[in-house]
């Protein structure tokens, strides 16, 4: 593994240009939970799923993304007009190799929506691309005004950003967090027992802490502050658990 302080190298144009050359009929896919998408099972799964696992030949590049490469033009993109792909119940994203990748190479995902219900007199490719804009990038449509037989819904291409598995995650965990303290607000009542005992941070064998009793009422202090009381006498105020102040 080469380093920041070690001796450059120097790549020939002709290692180069083989190298374009045998990647250029590939796609680079990325699972988006690596934890339940093994990367193996994702490479040989996919290619018979697609019907071509005698011409494609398919390969881990690292902890993160695989690479199929094809024999032909035509069956790369037949895999890519299919978009997207889905294993183990979970999106991959794919795009198609480059030799200078740009920053934003794989973060996307692009989905076919049905758009329904739009009023006709609003019908459209401009009303189709405004609404597409709000949920991503317009990409396509199938829609035409002057070709298109039918308007019960219209079909539409939109890039969206590509999840990340850690982010997903956070997420959930934070959403269990809001549903939990949301429950045990609304079951939340004026007693002593309105809240469950602690969770100890200890094992479970180990028995929470026990409650600490509530004070007994101190009657000084009640008759110092007797004059603050709205009514009669401090001989009524004994009688009272808690004074109204």
Request: one cysteine or more.
């Amino acid at each position: 593994m080469l380093g920041l302080d070690d001796p450059e190298t120097f790549i020939s144009y002709y290692a180069y240009a083989e190298a374009v050359t045998r990647n250029r009929l590939s796609l680079i896919a990325r699972p988006l939970n690596p934890r339940v998408q093994n990367l193996q099972t994702v490479v040989s799964s996919l290619s018979r799923s697609w019907g071509l696992a005698t011409r494609v030949h398919g390969r881990v590049l690292d902890a993160t993304y695989v690479q199929f490469l094809f024999q032909s033009e035509i069956d790369l993109l037949s895999i890519q007009r299919r978009e997207p792909w889905v294993f183990n119940n979970w999106f991959v994203a794919m795009q198609r190799w480059e030799d200078i990748p740009d920053i934003d190479f794989l973060t996307t995902i692009d989905l076919w929506v049905q758009f329904r219900g739009i009023p006709l007199p609003y019908v459209s490719n401009m009303t189709v691309r405004l609404i597409a804009e709000v949920l991503g990038e317009f990409v396509e449509t199938k829609f035409n005004e002057t070709t298109s037989t039918q308007l019960s819904f219209i079909r539409v291409r939109i890039r969206v950003n590509a999840p990340e598995s850690e982010r997903i995650g956070h997420f959930r965990d934070g959403l269990n967090d809001e549903f939990h303290r949301s429950d045990m607000n609304s079951q939340s009542q004026n007693s002593d027992l309105s809240f469950p005992a602690p969770i100890s941070q200890y094992p479970r064998a180990v028995t929470p802490p026990p409650r600490v009793n509530r004070p007994s009422l101190n009657t000084g202090e009640l008759e110092a502050a007797c004059p603050h009381f709205q009514s009669s006498s401090f001989q009524n105020v004994r009688h009272l658990d808690r004074p109204i102040p």
